[in-house]
């Protein structure tokens, strides 16, 4: 695996251009490093629902209605759990359930997460390897007013009802990357790195939580490009601007872009967002970001690798 | 639970007669000490065999077919699982997996196993709850001429073919019955204790192994009656007699009465082999001991309690 281009990605958000960069590039020519942080351990299985949404998102086998699990689903375990008197607050379908228990099976036997994911795409087909940030145990506590919540409890069980105070990535400082992903950074062809539109406080912020990614990123010699997940101030899906709200935090791109300051080079902006670009005090493209159609997430994957080679071209980063 | 009847059981042969005094008895009547030396987890879950294959069989959702897991049974989560490359020998119904993710989900809670399925009886309407026959971990470990084998690698995996030099079963000299099979043992209205037709290496020694539970047997004021799991030297089901033979042990319904020896007060032989009974060495009782119909096992189940009733009737124990 020697990337042409790295992503950073969170779930069903990030992996929409995940999607895109990975039909726009030959196979080992795109690398993703998906948050782990909201993995958890659920009926004695454990589950990494980020790294599995970009799993089905890239296989094709992803559930086009929810952003999570599989299409063609059936879901005979969850009604029996349910009469069982089981936890259903977490939906897992019955070929859905296959992944985990492959997954916590091999962990058991002392196998790293990474490599159980790379022999699972490799085994589908895929071009694109996702890798998780690292196989050490990092959990995303969401700090309420009623206390800490565990990351799938706020998320899922409560449907991100309950207020943010702040967020702690538990376990990212002592978490190490792997060598798959350190040997990603380090690809003698690399030419970008996309923060991809994943919510910056629950999907990317653990990745920049973990000391070694953050370095890297910040010793990246090409162009480091954030794609806006905000579209005029609103989110496409999912709870970003509530918890900016509640964060104190303004609803707009131009927040997202000093969020990672930085770190990151050039800015993705929305063209219903194109009046932000002067204001964002760093290089901008605008372009269509929402994406419906495959066409969409193609269009902007195709865009943000061409900003980055505008940026290469102008000498941003040698 | 203050049971009249205390039933020991291993999987299929011994749930059937589980059955026919279950249906026999009014609700709390019959307790099942059920071993658990078959237990073992798999894909982060942990399968209870005997315990579950009783479950079913009361609960009326067992697999009249194969003798483990359940009726009207899907298999999407398996199949999905095939195509991961993930261990596919033990063979898991989506709706079976509900029971062990449950079951899983709560020990790692820290609860008890007999907590956890008197619990799943009772939200199922049962009248007998399985008991465990121990909440301490108990492993049968098959011993070969190639080493020892995992109880569930020997009889599933390997389908018992390797031929059985001995047995052992890891932990049962440190494990304790729990408070409910105690207070089972001790219940003021306890008539009778029925070893069922399981086979007696496999699945009742474990029983026997475990040294509380041994000792509460054989302190029995009730008669101890065991059933042959053997007619004509041939068993019905399972590798008794392969055992039997690899053991050096004669393939006889004599040999099953001498094996528990002085801890049982009588023995039921089939009718095949109603010749055996004056050299047995103690009380027997002839009956049809092959249960095909429901209401073979409620005729055998009513003949060892009607034995039971002659043997305290004629003062075989006070």
Partial sequence: MNPRVLALSGGVGGAKLVLGLDRIHAAGEL????????????????????????????????????????????????????????????????????????????????????????????????????????????????ITASGPLAFQHYFVREQCQPAVVSLRYDGAAAARVSPEVAAAFASPRLEAIVICPSNPYLSIDPLLAVPDLRSLLAKATVPVIAVTPLVGGRAIKGPTTKIMTELGIPCSARAIAAHYGELIDGFVLDREDEGLAPSLGMPSCVTNTVMRTLEDRIGLARAVVEFAGRLRGSGQRP
Avoid at 88 to 98: I, M, N, P, Q, S
């Fill in 31 to 142: 690398s993703v490093i998906v948050n782990t942080a909201d993995d958890f351990t659920h009926l004695g299985l454990r589950i990494c629902p980020d790294l599995d949404t970009t799993f089905y998102t890239l296989s094709g086998d992803a559930n086009p209605e929810v952003g999570w699990g599989r299409r063609d689903e059936s879901w005979a375990f969850m009604l029996a759990l349910e009469q069982l008197g089981g936890e259903t607050w977490f939906r897992l379908g019955d070929r859905d359930l296959a992944l985990h228990a492959y997954r916590t099976s091999r962990l058991a036997q002392g196998e790293r997460l990474t490599t159980i994911m790379i022999d699972v795409a490799a085994r589908r087909g895929l071009a694109t390897m996702p890798l998780p940030m690292t196989d050490d145990p990092v959990r995303t506590a969401v």
